[in-house]
């Protein structure tokens, strides 16, 4: 029988009641929930209300004569339909490009660098039963007295969210509530933006566009791989907006049932007036769809119309259909289908303006047409979904998962919907049937293709469930045996890095950091008992380790924790005591949560510093099972933050990092950004699901272990198209494809550079660190061959400096790791070309352990 779960919600009996529970049940690590406060004076209705307009450098007032005076429409009648024509053309509007970049917003160089002295003396073996009485961790009931005197409940208010609970932080729609509300989001192969009255239409509407590979711009050529340094696409392109006549300069953007994978966007001729207009927004839509319910539509183009022709056959019953050509020479479909009431009858006024000749109900849907789509689309008109329904399951090595989209409109229509790449290469045989031949450009993921289906099912058949804490290869599964001559030569360095002040150097002012140097001892203590076999000297390390620990686990370190109820999460309180929101990787915005908690960084608003930290505590707990049960609590909201799958948990999101549509994470929270969300590290995003994996396992939550397995797979085959580059790849442009990896992957371009640097070694090694067992299961040895003779073979890696040399020769061990291993057992090795947050003895034995040493 195989782990089956609805919903990926079937938690076992503990995780469900820790889901559910209130906050004074103290068995649960709920840091505690304060009201939202919303300071002296402050109406709490204003969390729903839009920030006044500020004019940013793409917004530039229309041209007069698009908004309002009419200009000269030839009708002619045809065999196809009735089609106005315009008489005079008009230039394009163009949009532009958003030249922000990355090192705008520079970080820190995610490694450790200072030095770490040598031990005073060494750690003597203990009995191995010898334990410290380290107190247990307790629910954070209590917030820090300089965050309960904060007057707000978190920097980033919640702009125009009608819903309550946990909002989500990092999904595609975020720039609906952020900054003016009016960036893109961007939903493959459409982008949607408000235009707030601005930009070459003059719509207060949704505006809606679609770039083809030949409007990309691509970066400089790059010195010795001729590949372009970056490709990013247009944005501001209003080739379409729906709108409506009661919408004007007091139209108020909300958003309410605000979901991991949908989202429902209104504009509202006010704040407090009802929708004019509402548009049920989901990734990969083959339509965008507005709503109406009385309100008088109104089309609207920065592109310019060339002819606007009503078909002259309707594609079903109740569905009428125009035609529009722009100006740019592209085609867009328009349905219109009508639930009571007239049907839509447009009137073309000028170039940019066609509008209804009464109040409409119903829906009118627009799709671009790139020249043999128009059947796929008559076939799917008047319906669209409104939701995801996610549900998989898992049996031994094969994993499954499926989109069950929530449908709206006539019943008797099949859903249009585009998939990724990743997905169209890991359908199962009844939903790759329904493949379209339509297909559209997306910006960063490949060509989008169309599907006829109100379900999609995938299939993962290499699950990595044999993977734990060792040294793994595909071909070989796990290493547990290294010679007793390696074990010699590693001892002395274990010994040495064993006794090293393990509480000092966890005691960094940065989650991120400090997470790392916790996952260093950890992975150091695993291979002294489970390689090297030296059971006394590997318990005095674990003993130590769990003091470190325990100041996390107790909330006592620099920044500590706290639940903030704004968005629903834990968050660092370093923002709150600085006034910074960079501070500490932007974790208080939810920047890198799924990094932080998982070695625990924190790193433009994601979470990541959670994998360091669940990954410390699956080790410690896989040494010593009795220490589980103190600290499950604990673990378990972190766990919750970055990947909670109950909808029924009233204090965390959904997925907050995971996106189950793109197949990896976004690291990027709450900040309003022209190119969408991103991520840099595609590293850490594994690494913080082969901690879920793993804390899964040691905690017997065999469901946490099997939907990890069943992410991992589907990260290798996303991030092999996405991020991850050999020479067979064909998703990305062939222009970038020599970078061999993305660098920083937005939503509307690809950079190949960091955050921190364009060194080559910061920008190929932030994919690679840390080095862990999964390793290899996502960078292909073929992948890491080709990446190296791109850029470090014959002695070019001799001139990198620091901890990224490590990196670098780490991460040869996949593919010559006697090599690696030579290197790291060099008698003049410098341990300054060790990164602070890795061990040298898991280096040598990872290495020696994959080269039969």
């Keep these: 029988m195989g782990q089956i779960w609805g919903l990926f919600v079937l938690l076992t009996t503990l995780q469900v009641a820790a889901a559910i529970a209130s906050p004074d049940d103290d068995s649960v690590a709920v840091p505690y929930a304060q ?37 000269k429409v030839i009708t002619s009648i045809g065999p196809s339909g009735t089609a106005q024509v315009l008489a005079d053309k008009k230039t394009p509007a163009g949009g532009f490009i958003p030249f922000q970049t990355c090192l705008d917003h520079v970080t820190s160089v995610p490694i450790l660098t200072s030095t770490i002295p040598k031990p005073t003396s060494l750690f003597p073996a203990v009995s191995v039963i010898a334990s410290l009485n380290v107190a247990p961790s307790i629910p954070i009931k209590q917030c820090l007295e300089t965050f309960l005197q904060i007057p707000f409940d978190h920097p980033v208010r919640r702009l125009g969210i009608t819903a309550e609970g946990p909002i989500q932080t990092n999904k595609f729609y975020g720039n609906f509530y952020l900054g003016n509300q009016t960036s893109p989001t961007f939903l493959h ?47 501001g392109i209003q080739s379409l907006c729906l709108s409506a006549k009661e919408l004007n300069n007091g139209t108020a953007l909300t958003t309410e049932s605000p979901t991991d994978l949908s989202v429902l966007v209104n504009l509202r001729p006010s704040a407090q007036a009802a929708p004019a207009v509402q548009f049920p927004l989901v990734q990969g839509l083959g339509f965008i769809t507005g709503i109406y319910n009385g309100a008088s539509p109104v089309l609207q183009t920065g592109v310019f119309y060339r002819t606007v022709t009503h078909t002259t056959t309707d594609p079903k019953p109740g569905v009428i259909k125009y035609k529009l050509q722009l100006e740019d020479g592209t085609t ?99 939903t790759r049937a329904k493949l379209t031949g339509l297909k559209l450009q997306t910006t960063t993921k490949g060509m989008a293709t169309g599907v006829l289906a109100d379900a999609w099912t995938t299939v993962e058949p290499n699950l990595p469930i044999n993977i734990g804490f060792l040294p793994w ?32 150097q966890t005691d960094q002012n940065s989650m991120y950091f400090s997470g790392k140097a916790l996952a260093k001892f950890a992975s150091l203590i695993l291979v002294i008992q489970k390689l090297l076999e030296d059971q006394g000297l590997a318990q005095a390390g674990l003993n130590q380790l769990k003091v470190a620990f325990a100041r996390f686990s107790q909330n006592a370190q620099k920044y500590p924790l706290v639940y903030e109820s704004g968005w629903g999460g834990v968050v660092s309180s370093a923002t709150y005591q600085t006034g910074d929101n960079g501070v500490d990787f932007g ?56 990947a909670n799958p109950s909808t029924r948990d009233t204090y965390f999101p959904v997925w907050r990092a995971f996106d189950w549509f793109h197949g990896h994470s976004w690291a990027h929270g709450l900040f309003d950004v022209l190119d969408g969300k991103d991520q840099e590290s595609s590293s850490e995003d594994t690494m913080h699901t082969y901690a879920l994996k793993m804390w899964g396992a040691v905690s017997g939550d065999m469901n946490l272990e099997a939907r990890s397995n069943l992410m991992l797979a589907l990260q ?44 080559i070694e910061y920008i190929q090694g932030i994919h690679m660190l840390p080095l862990l067992p999964h390793t290899p299961f996502i960078r292909t040895p073929q992948f890491v061959r080709e990446e190296w003779e791109t850029y470090f073979s014959g002695g070019r890696v001799d001139s990198v400096q620091g901890g990224w040399r490590g990196i670098l020769m780490a991460n040869l061990a996949t593919v010559d790791p006697r ?24 280096l040598l034995s990872y290495s020696a352990a994959l080269g039969g040493l």
């Design 35 to 71: 009201p939202k406060s919303f300071g002296p004076g402050r109406d709490p209705k204003e969390a729903s209300t839009p920030t006044p307009w500020k004019k940013r450098q793409w917004d530039g007032p229309p041209p007069s004569d698009v908004l309002a005076f009419p200009a």
């Design 716 to 759: 290798a085959r996303s991030l092999q198209s996405y991020y991850l580059y050999n020479s067979t790849n064909t998703v990305q442009p062939r222009e970038f494809i020599p970078n061999k990896v993305a660098g920083i992957l937005f939503e509307n371009k690809i950079d190949h550079t960091t955050y921190f640097g364009t060194n």
């Design 189 to 235: 192969p459409y982008s949607v933006a408000w235009a707030r009255g601005q930009g070459a239409s003059g719509s207060w509407g949704l505006a809606i566009s679609h770039i083809e590979s030949k409007q990309r711009v691509y970066g400089p050529i790059k010195p010795g791989t001729g590949a372009a340094s970056y490709f990013i696409n247009p944005i």
């Design 332 to 430: 867009w479909l328009v349905y219109a289908h009508h639930t009571r009431g007239s049907p839509l009858d447009l009137e073309v006024i000028n170039n940019g303006l066609a509008q209804s000749k009464a109040p409409f109900y119903g829906i009118i849907q627009v799709a671009k047409d790139p020249g043999d789509g128009e059947k796929v689309y008559d076939q799917a008109c008047g319906a669209y979904p409104v939701g995801v329904q996610l549900s998989g399951s898992v049996d031994g090595t094969r994993g499954t998962y499926t989109f069950s989209f929530n449908k709206a409109g006539m019943s008797g229509s099949t859903l249009a919907m585009f998939a990724l790449p990743h997905h169209q290469s890991s359908f199962d045989a009844c």
């Design 819 to 842: 090599g690696a291993y030579a290197f790291f057992s060099r008698p003049d090795f410098q341990p300054g070309w060790l990164d602070g947050g890795q061990s040298l003895t898991w």
């Design 473 to 504: 290869l595909p071909e070989a599964g796990t290493i547990s045996a290294i010679s007793e001559a390696t074990k010699r030569s590693i001892h002395n360095v274990a010994q040495q890095e064993v006794s090293q002040n393990i509480l000092d």
């Design 587 to 642: 974790n208080t915005l939810y920047n890198d949560h799924h990094f932080h908690w998982g070695y625990c960084k924190i790193r433009r608003f994601f979470c990541v510093d959670s994998l360091y930290l669940i990954y410390t505590a699956a080790v410690i707990g896989h040494l010593d099972p009795s220490w589980i049960h103190a600290n499950k609590a604990y673990v378990d909201m972190l766990v919750r933050d970055i």
